[in-house]
């Protein structure tokens, strides 16, 4: 039975938490649109991530079963312990090289398409990263950690992840020396200049330290959230896909084929040779917030329709098992075009309007 299904309720409790909280504290830190499109973008990416996670899983147990040079103690905590570790380090690898290879951002940017930072945030995970992924993970397998073992610490590394995503949390003093917390994860999904590139780490902030790509909150600059191409779209499945689109766009029109590799493989912020230069220094006096009208009765049919799919989201984890790859496949595969469809049809075209900061 999937991990993940006890998960999800511990999530939307969360969320619930991190509501009352901000209320009583009279703070604003969720929009209605902004939280519905990142828990369905969360619901989008399990359904496709259980064929995909699958697929990386039987890659993984491949790898163990012929090439892992040792044999472990499950029993032994040392193990667990270790398997983390190693597994948190090449995690800083997975997250670095998806915001510094413009193919792999394609992949991880949705993650960071919120302009807004909370717990419902980090349910915005990748419908696609698990055809690169696993490839960072094959030293583990080729040390022998079973595939359990390996499944376990990745759930681990990943739920830590959900309560960093929090305005709420000040600096937490000493532990920001070693552990990723709220603040030096705020910095993360900043796009302010001091942000951009830093604090990849996902349990443990000292990769970050070694390695160069720490940064620490400024006070007298709070992060601005989002990216410097916003998505500008509420629609779950155009926030997986629109920066593939985008580098194909970008590919067709630059000449030769060096540059045309560039444009998959060069960092996100590449320009082919010619091409006019984009500002690098972010404005913050000129950010303004993604937004559009809704009428009262169509964020009901949204809100309803994010409440039944994750529902059926639950029972399909539930339930995945008794079914055929064939059937994982059509019930996966509908749910993404149900989300595609409302997503198109919820508050088109994409811009309609805009709140200022």
Known sequence: ?????????????????????????????????????????????????????????????????????????????????????????FYYWVHRSGHEVNILWAAHVVHHSSEEFNMSTAMRQSSTGFYFRWVFYVPLALLGFPVKVFLTVAVIDLVYQFWVHTRLIGRMGFL?????????????????????????????????????????????????????????????????????????????????WRNKLMCFFAGPGWLPPGAPPVSANFEADKFVRFATPAPQWMGQVALAATVIGSLLLMYFLFAQKGFTPVQRFSFSGAMVLVYGALGYAWLHPRVQGAAHV
């Not at 044999?71 to 667990?80: G, H, K, Q």
């Not at 990723?180 to 970050?208: A, E, F, M």
């Not at 629109?242 to 590919?251: G, K, L, P, R, W």
């Open 1 to 89: 039975m999937s991990p993940y299904l006890f998960a999800i309720p511990v999530f939307f409790l969360l969320v619930a938490i991190e509501l009352y909280v901000a209320h009583r504290r009279g703070v604003q830190v969720y929009r209605f649109q902004d939280t519905l499109t990142s828990m369905n973008i969360g619901t989008v990416s399990q359904f496709v991530n259980t064929i995909g996670g699958a697929i990386s899983v039987a890659m993984y147990a491949i790898l163990v079963e012929r090439f892992g040079a040792f044999t472990w103690d499950t029993s032994n905590p040392l193990t667990w312990v270790l398997a983390l570790v190693l597994y948190d380090f």
């Open 176 to 256: 920001e020396l070693f552990l990723v917390t709220p603040s030096n994860h705020r910095v993360h999904h900043g796009q302010n200049d001091y942000c951009i590139d830093k604090n990849y780490g996902g349990i443990l902030s000292i990769w970050d330290r070694m390695f160069g790509t720490y940064a620490d909150e400024r006070a007298d600059e709070p992060p601005m959230y989002g990216v410097r191409k916003p998505l500008q779209s509420w629609n779950p499945v155009w926030g997986n896909v629109h920066h593939y689109f985008a580098i194909v766009t970008q590919a067709r029109a630059t000449a030769g």
